[in-house]
């Protein structure tokens, strides 16, 4: 459900539009701390009747919820095609992954959350000990505008299934699609504000991160967003969980399969016009079969063509001011001395930009150091796999990244600083439900998906229950010094060997 906002002070608004054509596709409310505090309030009442409901009330709702965005998915994936620009059928998939986390976090919440018992050990045998994870209360959820559905998804359903309120704040590139995940619930849960949408630009992000009653903000936008983020919840010690892009590497080993390979980095680059965190941006390639492997990419990329037609491969710049980041990273990757074998500095032509592949980048060109976001793929050669582990770790980023090897993939993935790996596929782990996503560095900290992802929005309940006393008075100003002497000749003992 949206906010609904007092008719007396009605807020300023603002617009979303379609990055193909610049038209309006709607019109929403700029909400402001007042707003977004009476949101938090409203959730805190929605937080406790949704505790209350108990994992098997939680999970019949959202089963149900479920069973909703299937049925709303085509209507929701031409919001995403409107706000974003972006094919079609690549808006269905956001959906249909969304909709496999939702189902899994559903399914797997009461196990990995519910109460159970736990070893109490030797010296504290009389004792039963239990251990459950306790919902924290409402989160609040930032979302970025390239996977306007999947990313915050990764946030909301888990935080949902472990029995949280949660005021989501879209992008205000995608606010649409914000709205319309959260009316598809909002039915199925009696108009209760249990999922709620706040509209802006940063400033209502700034006051949701200041808002009483926010148990934790999951963040997923720049590292330089992510730490304005983390200066706002300082001041009320408000938890955050930091998902901040990437710069990805992909390592093709000597024994690799060259066209699969080729077919991973054409599309992890290219897909969503390259605006895609765990994106392919750098690859490194053994000397032994560079060339092979580029050709390879160069026959597959030059068939690419961006567009807003449902013919194109993938559609435009959703964020205007991307286009100069890539059209720099372009020039300063050729003026340093690597060599275009697909487009160039001309492919870069707003709202759109064309494949560009560049092969020979020196390692200190920004094109190497820093985040595209964009449809640039930098293909460097390298003596061998250590080298390649090498450069793929010098950055200050370490989000995800990909090895193509048919025999030493695991070996290599266990070297990359990295907080998920693909071998001999690509951006695979992000569609595992059960696998943890999350980076180190400036890829920042926490977890979203899997069990981990259950957890992150909990906080863990220690239960020490006494059975019997115990023959020994140890944790009593009765004990005896012959009694605690015994104790400690026992762990010596046992413990001592």
């Not at 491969?313 to 959703?318: D, E, I, K, Q, R």
Request: glycine share 10%.
């Amino acid at each position: 459900m949206t906010v609904t906002d007092s008719p007396v002070a009605a807020p300023a608004t603002f617009t979303s539009l379609d990055p193909r054509t610049g038209d309006v596709v709607g019109t929403y409310p700029e909400h402001d701390a007042a707003a977004v505090e009476a949101a938090v309030t409203r959730a805190v009442d929605a937080a406790q009747w949704w505790t209350e409901l108990g994992f098997a009330g939680r999970r019949a709702r959202l089963v149900e919820w479920r069973k909703a965005l299937v049925r709303r998915l085509d209507d929701i994936a031409e919001v995403v095609r409107a706000e974003t620009g972006k094919p079609l059928d690549d808006a269905k998939l956001e959906l249909v992954l969304a909709i496999d986390h939702l189902d899994w976090a559903t399914k797997h919440a009461e196990k990995v959350l519910g109460r159970r018992k736990v070893s109490s050990g030797m010296l504290m045998a009389n004792q039963a000990a239990t251990l459950r994870y306790v919902p924290l209360g409402v989160v609040g959820v930032i979302g970025p505008w390239n996977y306007p559905v999947f990313t915050p998804m990764g946030s909301i359903a888990y935080a949902l299934a472990a029995g949280n309120a949660v005021v989501f704040k879209p992008s205000e590139l995608t606010p649409g699609v914000g709205v319309a995940l959260a009316d598809s619930l909002a039915e199925i849960v009696d108009g209760r504000p249990l999922f709620q949408v706040v509209t802006g630009h940063g400033a209502t992000g700034a006051a949701l991160c200041r808002a009483p009653g926010i148990a934790k903000i999951a963040f997923t936008g720049s590292a330089a967003t992510g730490r304005k983020i983390m200066a706002a919840c300082a001041e009320r010690l408000t938890p955050v969980l930091m998902e901040c892009g990437g710069k990805d590497a992909l390592i093709v080993a000597a024994d690799a399969d060259l066209e699969a390979a080729a077919d991973a980095a054409v599309w992890g680059g290219m897909s969503n016009a390259g605006q895609t965190c765990v994106g392919v941006e750098r690859v490194y390639v053994v000397k032994d079969v560079a060339e092979e492997f580029t050709r390879r990419v160069v026959a597959k990329a030059e068939k690419l063509r961006p567009g807003g037609d449902p013919g194109a491969a993938f559609g435009p710049m959703t964020m205007g001011s991307q286009v100069e980041v890539v059209r720099r990273h372009v020039e300063d990757a050729l003026a340093k001395g690597g060599k275009a074998v697909v487009g160039g500095a001309e492919s870069v032509r707003a709202p759109f930009i064309d494949p560009v592949v560049i092969v020979d980048v020196p390692e200190d060109s920004c094109a190497v150091t820093e985040e595209t976001f964009g449809p640039l793929l930098v293909v460097n050669t390298v003596d061998d796999v250590d080298d390649a582990v090498t450069r793929a770790n010098a950055t200050s980023y370490g989000l995800g990244a990909t090895v193509f090897s048919r025999s030493g993939g695991e070996a290599i993935a266990s070297r990359l600083r990295s907080g998920m790996v693909a071998i001999n596929s690509v951006i695979s782990f992000a569609g595992i439900p059960s696998l943890p996503f999350g980076g180190v560095g400036e890829s920042g900290f926490g977890r979203i998906h899997g069990e981990d992802g259950l957890r992150e929005f909990t906080r863990a309940q220690s239960v020490a229950r006494q059975r019997f006393a115990l023959p020994i008075a140890v944790t009593s100003f009765a004990r005896t010094s012959k009694g605690f002497g015994l104790l400690l000749r026992t762990v010596k003992l046992l413990r001592g060997r």
